[in-house]
């Protein structure tokens, strides 16, 4: 396999990261979940659809709606608490992958130069 050829392979490995983050809701979402990361003695288990709601303008089916699109992308993980579940961020795969790329890229295009 060449340094293209493998570069290529963790783009398209990436890619369902940067559709999740492309989305200024999920975004704002993601900056929800970190808020509530940085106070997890007042959430230590997340956030649920309901709070989230509250601190967004959209409907509930909307917000359960991008958090299974952050969750697919892995940028967000569930949590099954009692009756309800909870959402916090976490993306150490989703860093490694993408410092991965970045790696890849630099290398390849290093050595095109």
Known sequence: MTAQDEL?????????LFIALGDELR?????????AFAHRAD??????????TEQTQLSRPAV??????LKEAGLVEVTRCGTSNYYRVTMTDCNQRL????TLAK???DSVE
């Open 8 to 16: 290529t392979i963790h783009y398209h490995e990436c890619m369902p």
């Open 27 to 35: 975004l704002q979402i993601i900056e929800i979940l970190t808020r």
């Open 107 to 109: 290398e390849f295009y």
């Open 64 to 69: 359960s709606h991008h958090l299974k699109i």
């Open 43 to 52: 959430h230590p288990n997340g956030l649920n659809v309901n709070e989230i």
């Open 99 to 102: 410092m991965k790329l970045g």
